[in-house]
């Protein structure tokens, strides 16, 4: 079993910055690799919206709305995701949710984080 463990959420003004950090991890022995990742996000009453993807390549999407402010990146050698997230506006209070393309040995899957909560005050 692989989980996606997030962190970095909390309560920010507007202006201000914040690091999300989303890690795999997996009982000893259980072979797995990450290929693509993504951070989602979901503002009450809304529906969950793409945020930003990184590839195994490392290319990289974002929103229209994040552009130029959100950067997505990955180190592989933790099998983590960040999103680095400046000049943060009100509208960007969501809850944030990393998602993974993962390989095991039982095949092709994907995988959603816990989400964490981030609260940008105007």
């Known amino acids: 079993q692989v989980q996606l463990v997030e962190s970095g959420g909390g309560l920010v003004q507007a202006g201000g910055s914040l690091r999300l950090s989303c890690a795999a991890a997996a009982a000893a022995g259980s072979a797995f690799r990450i290929n693509a990742w993504g951070w989602y996000r979901q503002a009450p009453g809304k529906q969950r919206e793409l945020v930003a993807t990184i590839t195994t390549g490392r290319s990289t999407n974002y929103a229209d709305s994040v552009k130029g402010r959100f950067t997505i990146s990955r180190e592989n050698a933790k099998n983590t995701v960040y999103l680095q997230m400046n000049s943060l506006k009100p509208e960007d209070t969501a809850a944030y949710y990393c998602?993974?393309?993962?390989?095991?040995?039982?095949?092709?899957?994907?995988?959603w984080g816990q989400g964490t909560q981030v609260t940008v005050s105007s």
């Open positions: 998602y993974a393309e993962i390989w095991t040995i039982a095949g092709q899957g994907s995988l």
